[in-house]
Each structure stands twice: as structure tokens, then as C-alpha cells.
């Protein structure tokens, strides 16, 4: 995936963190915020410590980061995401993370027939 569609600067997370809205559920946290001028959507992914060892906090960036990837036609442009992994997420299979990722769009109202 490109580098554009994520967030990498701390300064970015931060803004997300302070001026936006945040919706969660079992297995995640997720911050939405506006962004500025651009059309499409940047995901910043977070894993604490806390949720494993760096084999584990990895393997449940990458089922977030697919689970982002597979769906982007799905989510509208013109957003900053931070997605937080809670402890509950490390045992859990991609369908379950895809599941938990789509609801928090969901109650965000960013998917695309919903802006429509």
C-alpha cells in the first residue's frame, strides 16, 4: 500500500487524538478526524505493549492494516483514522478484526452509501 494512506508523524496522531471523535468496541478504539484537502483517507494503526510481545502487537497491525486495505473502496475520503488495538484483539482471527474494524466505520458513518 502507498505511503500517502497513512499517518506516520506524531504531531498527525496527536491532532486525532485531541480534535477528533472516537468510537470503540471489544477489540478496538477508533479516532476520526477530518483532514484537510485531501480526498483520501490516512489510518494510523497503535498497538500497545500491553496487547503482547512485538510477534503478536505486529500480527495484529497487519490484520488491521488488511482489513483497511480490503474495504478502502468501502470508506470515504477526506478522514484521518487512528485505529487502537485492545488486548482482547490478539487472540482474534482477520474475520473477527474485519468485523470490529467495519462496525467502528460504521458507527463513524464513513462508509460510502451512508454519505451518499
Do not use: C
Not at 31 to 57: A, C, D, F, M
Not at 59 to 75: A, D, F, G, T
Request: aromatic residues 8%; positive net charge.
Amino acid at each position: 500500500m502507498k505511503q500517502e494512506f497513512y499517518l506516520k508523524k506524531n504531531s498527525d496522531f496527536q491532532d486525532v487524538y485531541r480534535h477528533g471523535r472516537s468510537f470503540a468496541n471489544r477489540l478496538l478504539v477508533m479516532y476520526v478526524l477530518p483532514n484537510q484537502g485531501s480526498t483520501s483517507s490516512r489510518i494510523g494503526i497503535s498497538v500497545s505493549k500491553k496487547v503482547g510481545n512485538s510477534v503478536i502487537r505486529h500480527r495484529v497491525k497487519r490484520l488491521i492494516r488488511e482489513s483497511h486495505r480490503l474495504n478502502r473502496q468501502k470508506i470515504a475520503g477526506g478522514f484521518d483514522i487512528v485505529v487502537i488495538a485492545r488486548n482482547e484483539a490478539k487472540n482474534r482471527d482477520y474475520w473477527d478484526m474485519e468485523k470490529a474494524f467495519m462496525n467502528l466505520i460504521a458507527l463513524h458513518r464513513l462508509t460510502v452509501r451512508e454519505l451518499e
